[in-house]
C-alpha cells in the first residue's frame, strides 16, 4: 500500500466519523470509519519507513557495493 492509498483511506474514514450523519441498519458507520482511518495511518507509516530504507532501481548507495563511479567515453 502506497502514501497515496494511505491517504485516500484516511480521508475516508474521517469522512465517515466525523462528516456523516446516516445510520444504516446492522452497520456502525463511525466504527468503520475508525478502522479505515486507523489502518490508513499505519499503512502511511508503514509506507514511510520502507521509503526512507530503498535506496532506487540501484539498491542503496552505501550498501555492500559501495558508491559507483560511471565514466562515459565519446568516441
Given amino acids: 500500500m502506497g502514501i497515496g492509498v494511505s491517504l485516500v483511506l484516511m480521508a475516508a474514514g474521517a469522512i465517515l466519523i466525523w462528516?456523516?450523519?446516516?445510520?444504516?441498519?446492522?452497520?456502525?458507520?463511525?466504527?468503520?470509519?475508525?478502522?479505515?482511518?486507523?489502518?490508513?495511518?499505519i499503512g502511511a507509516l508503514l509506507s514511510l519507513i520502507f521509503w526512507s530504507s530503498w535506496g532506487g532501481v540501484g539498491g542503496p548507495a552505501d550498501g555492500p557495493r559501495g558508491r559507483r563511479t560511471v565514466v562515459r567515453d565519446d568516441y
Fill in 19 to 41: 462528516a456523516v450523519n446516516a445510520t444504516v441498519s446492522g452497520i456502525e458507520l463511525h466504527t468503520i470509519g475508525w478502522i479505515l482511518l486507523a489502518v490508513g495511518a
